[in-house]
């Protein structure tokens, strides 16, 4: 009897050890993958850059006799004078154009505002060679002259409004440019074309004028550090007067006023110093 409980439990811890060995074991989860923070691309910072492009449009303006007493008959509202004869000099050229610039953004969320200079080689000039009857004198007037401008620059605050690297932008400020040339004038006979001996006048005028600008563009980034745009601009550079006086006792001065207003289109590419925003470190998601 003993032998036969002893054989009993013997075969009973045998079988749960067996059963317990067919169980699935329980293993502790793995720890999770670390997950990285994305960048976080900004517009801010500084930057410097090349441009090139077209500009089109010129110099237009009034020519003609000022200082004629009863005879100034002619008024412009857009150089605020009176012409006793009058004549225009429009023109139009298209040129190449291109140049440095440089700047600094600031970002608040959708919202970028920056400042952008720049300065820019315009290869610009025009020669003039035409004249117009003198009224009721029976002299006419002529007139060879050269114009033009080979440089600007602007200084402009940017407002845009950023879609993650691409940024929607509209400008607008100060610009300054080199405008000026030298022209040659002298009163003939109209009948004989016979020049009047002391009637003839030189003149030479170079320097900077100033105006405004204003226009628009688009800029993207295609690297953390590059970004190119595609720009308009409207540039005026107000007016620019030539003054040819005749000899001691002349009775009439020729004047030439003149605008230099030009558009300009152009791409751009610029370096900004700084990349994007990165976490400080992997975020460990925990479950």
């Known amino acids: 009897m003993r032998k036969l409980l002893l054989s009993s439990v013997a075969l009973a811890s045998m079988s749960a050890a067996a059963f317990a060995a067919d169980l699935p074991r329980r293993e502790a989860a793995p720890a999770p993958a670390p997950i990285y923070a994305a960048p976080i691309f900004t517009w801010t910072g500084f930057y410097v850059g090349l441009n090139a492009g077209v500009a089109f449009g010129g110099d237009r303006g009034n020519l003609g006799i000022i200082a004629t007493g009863d005879q100034s008959t002619y008024y412009s509202t857009e150089y605020n004078r009176y012409y006793g004869a009058l004549g225009r000099n429009d023109d139009n050229n298209t040129a190449f154009t291109g140049g440095v610039q440089a700047g600094y953004n600031w970002q608040f969320g959708a919202m970028v505002l920056g400042i952008e200079t720049d300065i820019n080689y315009r290869g610009h000039s025009n020669n003039d060679s035409f004249g117009f009857a003198i009224p009721s004198t029976g002299y006419s007037f002529a007139y060879n002259g050269d114009k033009g401008g080979n440089w600007f620059g602007t200084l402009r605050p940017r407002i845009g409004f950023a879609m993650d690297r691409t940024l929607l ?10 405008t000026g040339g030298g022209g040659s004038a002298y009163v003939y006979e109209t009948a004989t074309g016979i020049p009047l001996n002391g009637y003839s006048w030189g003149s030479s005028n170079s320097g900077t004028n100033w105006g405004w600008t204003l226009g ?14 595609l720009e308009y601009l ?26 230099d207003t030009f558009s300009v289109v152009r791409v751009g590419l610029n370096y900004k110093f700084g990349g994007p925003a990165y976490g400080a470190s992997p975020v460990l998601a925990r479950y």
């Open 169 to 178: 932008y509209v400008t607008g400020g100060l610009a300054y440019g080199k």
């Open 234 to 259: 409207y540039v005026d550079l107000d007016k620019g007067d030539k003054t040819l006086v005749g000899p001691v006792g002349t009775p009439i001065t020729f004047v030439n006023d003149r605008k």
């Open 216 to 229: 628009a563009g688009v800029e993207h980034a295609f690297s953390n550090n590059w970004t190119a745009k």
